[in-house]
């Protein structure tokens, strides 16, 4: 599953619905992989700060942690992403 364009900026509650899914189906053997971005017109595309995007990364890496150890009850509040709350 890659997506070039959203990759480093995907919403994470899709992504982490996709990603309990799959791991469900294939019998708890999915692997996630995450990477930061590495085009600056991926950002731009999405108004986001190129030179933020370690920070962005950082955020995103957290909320994912936290959605996927905690799924039912998820509150997150971020600089990049905020304001999140409910389960999957």
Not at 61 to 79: A, E
Request: charged share 25%; aromatic share 12%; proline share 3%.
């Amino acid at each position: 599953m890659t997506d070039p364009i959203r990759g480093p900026l995907c919403r994470y509650g899709i992504s982490h619905q996709v990603t309990v899914s799959i791991d469900r189906l294939s019998n708890h053997r999915f692997l996630l992989g995450l990477v930061s971005g590495n085009r600056k017109n991926e950002f731009k595309a999405f108004g986001r700060n190129w030179n933020e995007r370690s920070e962005i990364f950082r955020e995103g890496w957290d909320l994912t942690k936290k959605s996927l150890t905690h799924p039912n009850r998820l509150h997150f509040s971020g600089n990049y992403y905020s304001k999140l709350t409910g389960g999957l």
